[in-house]
């Protein structure tokens, strides 16, 4: 079963483990192969600023 919390800074490790896990998909996205904390965090000021909140999940 999936459990979905809500994603924010303190779980940028494990986010940036999962982004990292496809790297043909970060270069199609993001044009580098490796996400950084950075682009992690510049993603969530996004959302903040959308007023969208992000969930991680976890089996």
């Not at 779980?11 to 043909?24: F, G, H, L």
Request: proline share 0%; glycine share 0%; net charge negative.
């Amino acid at each position: 079963m999936f459990v979905f919390t809500k994603n924010d800074a303190t779980k940028i490790d494990i986010e940036k483990e999962i982004m990292n896990s496809n790297t043909d998909y970060n270069v199609m996205a993001h044009n580098k192969e490796q996400i950084e904390n950075k682009d992690i965090l510049k993603e969530h000021l996004e959302a903040q600023k959308l007023d969208l909140s992000q969930k991680i999940s976890r089996v």
